[in-house]
């Protein structure tokens, strides 16, 4: 029973492509386990959704993922994990896991004159700014809602100029605070480093909290003995809105094009995924 509990994939989730950072890392970490990503394009952003919503997304998620029979959840978006994580983590059986800690661990490590750049939901959830005064209450943190880098991405406008006006109106902020780190609060926003980079001082640390949570997924597998030691079988792409729109998007990121599965978001709640 505990070969087979092993050989079951991680599961992880976003509201797009978001959440290919975190399977990146999962690759390079991880590379014997098997991967279940689920991607709620049909409802994206999740950034401008109230609580409630995020809180039922999250909710629905999780459970069809449970039924697909993954051992772990990885919630590879960071308005899930300020607004959901604490609330509906007790009602599974499995370990959830989200970025907040681990990010916030990750960037008290590096300075302390910390920004982050976030979604405006997570933004104002502060969970951030508690995460990282929890790590090191003499820390200075301030953060930035970010309301349109997650459809700027999604709709792969990188190199649009467009896109650098907004990212210097954002920083902007952050620059005149003096920050020396700088923490990715979006699984979307390690894909604008050269961009962010351009405008900020050389000096300032980059903290992807991606790298962090899949150091504790991993830690935590090897302590629940959960680790696969059997190859890793291909991973499972669904998401909810266009396989097409969301497989081309992916190429560029993955270095691949992905198979993915379209599923109406009343199937997937209704019915598990084949794990073949």
């Not at 290919?20 to 709620?40: A, H």
């Not at 954002?170 to 979307?188: A, E, F, N, R, S």
């Not at 909290?209 to 680790?227: D, F, G, Y």
């Amino acid at each position: 029973m505990i070969v087979e509990t092993r050989q079951k994939r991680i599961g992880i989730f976003d509201s797009g492509i978001g959440g290919l950072t975190v399977l990146r890392e999962l690759y390079r970490q991880l590379p014997s386990e098997s991967i279940l990503y689920f991607g709620d394009t049909a409802r994206l952003p999740y950034g401008t959704r109230t609580s409630k919503e995020i809180v039922q997304f999250v909710d629905e998620i999780i459970e069809w993922l449970v039924k697909s029979g993954v051992k772990m959840v990885l919630m590879a978006c960071n308005t899930s994990s300020a607004l959901a994580l604490e609330k509906i983590k007790s009602k599974f059986d499995i370990p959830i896991l989200g970025l907040i800690v681990p990010g916030a661990n990750a960037a008290v490590e590096l300075g302390t004159r910390i920004g982050v750049i976030a979604t405006p939901a997570t933004a104002a959830s502060n969970a951030y700014r508690r995460a990282i005064l929890e790590a090191n209450a003499s820390a200075k943190v301030w953060q930035v809602g970010c309301p349109y880098f997650v459809p700027l991405i999604e709709q792969n406008q990188l190199h649009n100029p467009y896109t650098y006006q907004i990212a210097e109106e954002y920083l902007m902020p952050l620059i005149q605070q003096k920050i020396d780190t700088l923490v990715y609060g979006c699984t979307h926003y390690p894909y604008l480093e050269p961009i962010l980079r351009s405008f900020l001082p050389r000096n300032v640390n980059f903290v992807d909290p991606a790298v962090s949570l899949v150091k504790v997924a991993a830690k935590k597998l090897e302590i629940m003995n959960l680790q696969n030691y059997e190859k890793a079988k291909p991973t499972k792409f669904v998401v909810s809105g266009s396989a097409q729109k969301f497989a081309e998007l992916s190429l560029q990121w993955l270095g691949y094009k992905p198979i993915v599965q379209s599923v109406s978001f009343s199937t997937v709640l209704d019915k598990p995924i084949s794990m073949a």
